[in-house]
């Protein structure tokens, strides 16, 4: 099979290697796409703490495909099913992951993209949370997974307060239920409109969707 390998920093070559073989408990997928996580730019760009080159496949870990073949006392999944999964290896013809880290697609989603694993960390993050109706949550970067924290919280009942930089991203919040926006500033200026909009009282709770130190100091 072919996979991809981050020889160095910014440079990229593929690899003619063997079909990984489930161990118990693993399946194997045929892959059909990979999204690119915002966390796999640092490795892309380099930092000194990076080795290289990266193993094969790395950093992908937001995988969808068929799976293929599944290791002994896997009873969960069976060949022929699509799927989105997490592992590690995905930027790939084919990668293994555990039996626990496949959820199947449903047909809704036939021939479409599904990076189910991007989804699956907003999903997590709210759980997480504890949110509760009437609570007011800061959602602190709206890029994709702000927006669907914004989504779901707002589901839930939640009142969001939207901080984004980017005019655009606050745009995007309140078509994701967000109650009110702000344009983050400065952490002292943006935290102050935050407790004005809260009269005084502030937020519930915040969670910082950027992954930025700046956006990380509002929260």
Same mark, same amino acid.
């Given at each position: ?8 920093p910014?440079t ?10 489930? #161990?118990?408990?693993e ?11 915002? =966390?796999?730019? %640092?490795?892309w ?23 293929? !073949?599944?290791?002994?006392?896997? =009873? ?9 999964? $997490?592992?590690?290896?995905?930027? #790939?013809?084919?990668?293994?992951a %555990? ?6 697609? %449903? ?6 993209p599904?990076p189910? !694993? ?13 949110? #509760? %109706?009437?609570?007011?949550? @800061? ?5 994709? $997974? ?9 589901? $839930? ?23 009110a926006?702000?344009?983050?500033? =400065? ?22 969707? @950027? ?9």
């Open positions: 099979m072919r996979a991809a390998v981050l020889d160095a910014r990229v070559s593929m690899r003619s290697i063997e079909v990984p073989v489930p #161990a118990p408990g399946v194997r997928i045929r892959l059909e796409g990979c999204g690119v996580c915002g =966390s796999s730019l %640092p490795v760009q380099g930092r000194e703490w990076f080795t290289y080159p990266r193993g094969v496949g790395e950093p992908g870990h937001e995988g969808w495909g068929i799976v293929d !073949e599944v290791g002994d006392g896997v =009873s969960t999944i069976a060949p022929g099913a699509r799927v989105a999964f $997490l592992s590690s290896h995905a930027f #790939a013809e084919y990668d293994i %555990p039996a626990a880290g496949i959820v199947p697609l %449903p047909p809704v989603l036939d021939g479409r599904f189910g !694993e991007a989804l699956a960390c907003a999903f997590n993050v709210v759980h997480r949370a504890c949110l #509760a %109706p009437g609570d007011t949550v @800061a959602i602190v970067g709206v890029g994709f $997974l702000g927006a669907v924290v914004s989504r779901l919280a707002a589901d $839930l009942g939640a009142r969001i307060l939207a901080v984004s930089r980017r005019a655009f991203a606050l745009d995007v919040a309140r078509s994701q239920g967000a109650d926006v702000v344009q983050a500033r =400065s952490t002292r200026e943006t935290v102050d409109e935050v407790f004005r909009l809260t009269g005084g009282i502030g937020c519930q709770c915040a969670i910082e969707a @950027a992954g930025t130190q700046a956006m990380l100091d509002i929260a």
